[in-house]
Nanobody, 123 residues
Framework: QVQLLESGGGLVQAGGSLRLSCAAS????????MGWFRQAPGKEREYIAA????????YYTDSVKGRFTISRDNAQNTQYLQMNSLRPEDTAVYYC????????????????WGQGTQVTVSS
């Protein structure tokens, strides 16, 4: 009922910046939170950031706190992830996700996913 489409991935040098976008469509009025996950080759998926759709309250995992900023544009049904001070260890496929559950901070509650966008940070 909710479709997500990521964009903005690419190749960037260490220390650089990149901005990811995620456009939501469908029954977006049911969404409580949207977030970002990432998965590097051979590693488990990592929950890195989320935002409460209505209020804009945010969550960040420690590894990205202070470097990444999540935001949203309710009118455009779009969320963004501004990534600054990128490091090679940030290299991964980044996935946009949405939850219909009121507890938007819990990674287990995210059930709608985009197809992912590759972010590669060169050293």
């Amino acid at each position: 009922q909710v479709q997500l489409l990521e964009s903005g991935g690419g190749l960037v040098q260490a220390g650089g910046s990149l901005r990811l976008s995620c456009a939501a469509s469908g029954r977006t009025f049911t969404v409580y939170g949207m977030g970002w996950f990432r998965q590097a080759p051979g590693k488990e998926r990592e929950y890195i950031a989320a935002i409460r759709w209505s209020s804009g309250i945010t969550y960040y995992t420690d590894s990205v706190k202070g470097r990444f900023t999540i935001s949203r544009d309710n009118a455009q049904n779009t969320q963004y992830l501004q990534m600054n001070s990128l490091r090679p260890e940030d290299t991964a496929v980044y996935y946009c996700a949405a939850t219909l559950a009121p507890d938007w901070t819990q990674s287990k509650n995210y059930g709608y996913w985009g197809q992912g966008t590759q972010v590669t940070v060169s050293s």
